[in-house]
């Protein structure tokens, strides 16, 4: 099992693809491990070389128990990139993932070829918070009065549509073994969410400066991310072009996975050909 040391953690990741290939980075969310992009990486495995990795505080990577930051978890990953010889790659980062990739934009520009942000938003006070219902559905957890079975299916409700969540009782189990492989403290997580909050992230200063070709991926249905900030985001970054998914729920990655596999391939194809343009501005799919 690859691993590498970045200053005083160890970072488990796995590259799939040609190693000469052009690299895309794929940064996970909260409390997520590298898994995630399962529905994504056979998609580019064959053209692109693709790096997937578990952030600090997740999977196999160090759990280390003190106060975790956005710049840290960017220098992380960027400390990867340079123990695998990527000078720069197409990066790509889905909820908090995309919070890591604002960061490394704007930290470590020559780091990033192109920026794909899904399921995101650029922090701050203009932001546009979730509903307190969606917040405390989130954060379901068994009670005395709640049974393990019920916080699953409260958090169930608000990242997946409905009838995914029903048609799809085998795929949710799966994902479930493999969070119960390498389960996560509850400590970490709090140090990975206390990171994502309030005035602990906050680029929407910062972000006007991303200079980077950037697609911006949003479904229309997201509870926990409102698409709104999807459009604050695209208007901040000059060179965005916003592409919403319609009915698309906060893991868009799994629910949609051939529109968002289709719409990152072309972005990709048209900038590595030097042919991307910003516009138009918002797409509906």
């Keep these: 099992m690859p691993y590498t040391t970045v200053r005083d953690i160890e970072i488990y990741y ?31 495995k064959e053209r692109y070389r693709c790096v997937v990795f578990d952030n600090r505080g997740a999977g196999r ?33 889905v909820s908090m993932g995309g919070f890591i990739a604002q960061q490394i934009a704007v930290s470590y520009p020559e780091k990033v070829r192109s920026l ?37 299916e409260m958090r169930y409700s608000v990242a997946y549509s409905p009838r995914f969540v029903q048609e799809n009782r085998s795929f949710l189990q799966q994902i479930g073994e493999w969070v119960e492989q390498n389960p996560q403290p509850v400590y970490a997580r709090l140090h990975q969410a206390s990171a994502s909050v309030g ?16 697609l911006i991926l949003q479904g229309t249905d997201d509870l926990m991310i409102p698409p709104k900030n999807a459009e604050m985001l695209a208007d901040s970054i ?18 949609q996975h051939d529109k968002i596999n ?11 050909k030097g042919q991307f343009t910003p516009k138009p501005k918002k797409q509906v799919i």
């Design 116 to 152: 794909v942000l899904i399921s995101t938003h650029f922090g701050g006070t203009s932001l546009v918070p979730q509903e307190n219902r969606t917040l405390a559905m989130m954060f379901a957890s068994p009670t005395e009065t709640i049974s393990q079975e019920e916080a699953l």
């Design 238 to 255: 000059l060179t965005s072009r916003l592409v919403l998914i319609e009915g698309g729920p906060h893991m868009v990655i799994f629910e």
């Design 61 to 93: 990577s160090s759990k280390p128990d003190y106060p975790y930051t956005m710049p840290m978890f960017a220098d992380d990953t960027v400390g990867l990139m340079d123990a695998l010889g990527i000078d720069n790659a197409h990066i790509v980062g």
């Design 262 to 272: 289709s719409a990152i391939l072309s972005f990709i194809d048209e900038v590595d």
């Design 14 to 44: 796995e590259t799939h693809g040609p190693p000469e290939a052009q690299p895309i980075v794929w940064i996970s969310g909260w409390g997520n491990s590298y898994w995630l992009w399962f529905r994504q990486i056979p998609a580019f």
């Design 199 to 214: 005035s602990a992230f906050n680029l929407e200063a910062e972000v006007k400066q991303v200079s980077a070709p950037t």
